[in-house]
DNA sequence: ATATGCATGTCGCAC
DNA sequence: GTGCGACGTGCATAT
């Protein structure tokens, strides 16, 4: 039945697996489908995925994921808002799925299908992720100490050319404070990059910049480069600017800065 | 049976999945589980997800993804490598994920299991993907007039501080060229990149020297950028040069350049 | 719509 | 092991 929770069917004959696939796009049911398939992919690139067994998932939404037997990634996609259809051709199972902008395709031909599962899936459970680099960026602006004692933040996410600046502000002694704030290990290409930030605002703005570049760590042997542009590093975990906002329940920055 | 190709429950009880799920993983099974569950991953960030119907599924290489029903990507994920096991606690099937380096754990907390499937899946099948970025600097070498007529390439991937650079070589005046190829639309990122590779290298070397962009296009603003810095740009389009690599089967570099 | 930058990015490759 | 850059990156956000 079409009202069903669950459809699952073992070992079906292609032509069971396509009704039930049909079935399942109709009912906009999460579908599932292993069995043994070769792929194509034509788009910005292309692929060929030679035989094998794999799991064929298709949502609701209208995404599509082929995943092998190993490995965290799936091995062919199409994003959600994708369209499909499902038909038997020369006594093969064949999976189309389009999307357009940019116009790409992806086909999966079953020559034998181990399970189809359809599922009724509801979920609207609420999402929460913390110690990103923006959470880093609040709770440098809600407590300036964990980057510096005396730093007085100013803005955040200022457009300069040729791009933007995380947090500037002032240090205890009323210098210029540029910071660049990364929630990982930096590497090379951020110290350049805050290098190339900075030398328009010291060319614009006529006095002292500090240039900080706030993260984790710094790759090994970066500190010399960076030293050698002129520029500081200051270690912070984005684990400990996730704490700070626990604690502070409301962390609107609009109320404490004008940006 | 634990030799069985396909195992599949609908509606377990808690204490059926868990035993379903302890064989599949005894048995390196691809394993798939379908419920209502939380979710807790505490790693290099921290999430919670509130309770749903999500697909588990973990692969017998230790890669771990939970899927929403909505949605190209998972919403918590381990890769692979991870361990891990199960257990009934409090009237809850738990599904702990734990990898080190870096040491990041996710939780799946069902409180009921619509279905359990573990499959037995055999994939040696290969895949080839057309169009890279790699595609395109093979093609530029083996035809070198796709980028300029009277092109000679001299060498490419060479290490230059403070990176790579993509190809090198000479144009018909004898004139040294940087190329910086790009798979995508080149943005001001990648203006930069081109330029902070060039800058050592025209102090080093002392004579004149074109450093080109080869990309599908260039980002609106970025032109005049571009310009401003004594950068060129070439339009190539990557599927163009899978084209070429076609028509050539064997297109091993080694034997036409020493790099 | 396009451009820009983050991501629990992941992955592969070179050192 | 670490660093570094590509990826069919996807994704949100700002313009």
């Not at 395709?105 to 609207?124: H, R």
């Not at 923006?134 to 980057?147: G, N, T, Y």
């Amino acid at each position: 039945m079409a009202s069903e929770k669950i459809i699952v069917l073992k070992n079906p004959s292609l032509a069971e697996a396509v009704v039930a696939i049909e079935k399942a796009f109709a009912h906009r049911r999460t579908l599932i489908v292993a069995g043994d398939c070769h792929v194509h992919y034509a788009g910005r690139a292309n692929s060929t995925l030679e035989n094998g067994e794999r799991l064929l998932i298709i949502k609701s939404d209208g995404s599509l994921l082929v995943h092998r037997p190993t490995g965290y990634e799936p091995v062919n996609w199409q994003p959600s808002g994708s369209v499909f259809y499902v038909e038997v051709k020369d006594d093969m199972l064949e999976v189309h799925g389009v999307r357009q902008k940019p116009h790409e395709s992806v086909k999966v031909t079953f020559s034998s299908v181990l399970m189809v599962s359809a599922l009724n899936l509801s979920d609207s459970g609420e999402f929460i992720l913390h110690a990103s680099e923006d959470d880093m960026h609040r709770a440098i602006l809600l407590k300036p100490e964990l980057f510096e004692a005396g730093f007085k933040p100013i803005s955040w996410e200022k457009h300069v050319e040729p791009g933007f600046v995380d947090i500037y502000g002032e240090d205890k002694d009323g210098k210029m404070v540029i910071i660049e704030v990364k929630r990982r290990t930096a590497s090379k290409e951020n110290v350049l990059q805050l290098a190339k930030y900075i030398e328009p605002i010291k060319a614009k703005v006529n006095r002292e910049v500090r240039a900080v570049l706030v993260a984790p760590a710094l790759a090994k042997d970066v500190g010399t480069l960076l030293a050698s542009m002129g520029l500081e590093f200051k270690a912070l975990d984005p684990k400990d600017c996730a704490k700070v906002l626990k604690k502070k329940e409301n962390h609107k920055l609009e109320k404490y800065f004008v940006n």
